[in-house]
Structure formats: C-alpha cells, structure tokens
C-alpha cells in the first residue's frame, strides 16, 4: 500500500554533502522499517543503511560509516540520508525502500516497496 518517492540528488564536488529525501504515502512511513540502497553503473546493489520505525539505526555499511547517517521526520512520513564527505566511489542511484520488518539486505529485492530512485553524482 505505501509508495516512496527519493529526492535530493544531484551533481557535487567530492567533500560535499546531500540530504537525500524519502517520503512516503498511502501508509505511514512510520509503521515500516526504512533501508538506503544504491547501484553504481556497472556495480550491484549495494545495501546503505537501515532505520527502525523510531529512527535508530539496525546497520550501516562500512564504506559509508562516518560519513552518512539516517534519520526520520514521521510527522512528515519522510526519512533522510544526510550524506557527508562525499567520494567520487559514493556516485549511483540511491533507493530507499520499505518493509515490514528488518530483514538482511539481500533479501529485500522482491520483498519490499520500492522509490524510483535519486541520482547523486560526485565529481573529482
């Protein structure tokens, strides 16, 4: 039932930052469990970060630790990726998707709704 829609991409220098937007409707983001993904051109799927429906979060992937965080507005229905330090290897397509409950990463392909997906492009 519930629809997401990625926003806040864009074209950045490397060392920049981005906050990227997933807002949900037709169901409150607040009753799923929210994971980041990206895809590089080229590259799998590779799992970003998690947050539970309070806004803690249940895994960040090492490539990213440091630099990214998650966090919700479920007033809003929306849950960000503040996105720091950005590296040229941090270019891709960022989906965010929704699930019931945590489940491991791999698993969430055929099991979860789905974003369209935001671009984020870090030059240098």
């Known amino acids: 039932q519930v629809q997401l829609v990625e926003s806040g991409g864009g074209l950045v220098q490397a060392g920049d930052s981005l906050r990227l937007s997933c807002t949900a409707s037709g169901s409150p983001i607040s009753n799923y469990v929210i994971g980041w993904f990206r895809q590089a051109p080229g590259k799998e799927r590779e799992f970003v970060v998690a947050s539970d429906r309070n806004g803690m979060t249940i895994r960040l992937a090492n490539s990213v630790k440091g630099r990214f965080n998650i966090s919700r507005a479920n007033a809003q229905n929306t849950v960000f990726l503040q996105a720091d330090s950005l590296k040229p290897d941090d270019t891709a397509v960022y989906f965010c998707?929704?699930?019931?409950?945590?489940?491991?990463?791999?698993?969430?392909?055929?099991?979860?709704?789905w974003g369209q997906g935001t671009q984020v492009t870090v030059s240098s």
């Open positions: 998707a929704a699930r019931s409950a945590w489940a491991n990463p791999v698993t969430w392909t055929d099991r979860a709704t």
